[in-house]
């Protein structure tokens, strides 16, 4: 499986931005997608993934303000992203889960919020 993100970019707090990220290969294996991200000095943390059907799991400090959706057809996930704020500042990571637990990951984008 490899999985290409894009999105991530420069944004003034309070702003908006919005995360793809496409499985390519042995996508048949996925069974679900999310996002994680990993700030400078801290370790990588869950933001936000489907759990199981149409079940969602946020982390905690981006409930509210990050929506996950997903285009089943195009292998796809999103990740959209407002009420930006600098602690959202970090590498976001797009990840696939496949049926075996095997954890696959992207490269990583970056998304920088500025006061």
């Known amino acids: 499986v490899q999985l290409q993100a894009s999105g991530g970019g420069l944004v003034q707090a309070g702003g908006s931005l919005r995360l793809s990220c496409t499985a390519s290969?042995?996508?048949?294996?996925?069974?679900?997608m999310g996002w994680y991200r990993q700030a400078p000095g801290k370790e990588r943390e869950l933001v936000a993934r489907?759990?199981?059907?149409?079940?969602?799991l946020y982390a905690d400090s981006v409930k509210g303000r990050f929506t996950i959706s997903r285009e089943n057809a195009k292998n796809t996930v999103h990740l959209q992203m407002s009420s930006l704020k600098p602690e959202d500042t970090a590498v976001y990571y797009c990840?696939?889960?496949?049926?075996?637990?095997?954890?696959?990951w992207g490269a990583g984008t970056l998304v920088t919020v500025y006061s």
């Open positions: 290969g042995s996508v048949i294996s996925i069974d679900y």
């Open positions: 489907f759990i199981g059907g149409d079940s969602t």
């Open positions: 990840n696939a889960r496949s049926l075996i637990l095997r954890d696959f």
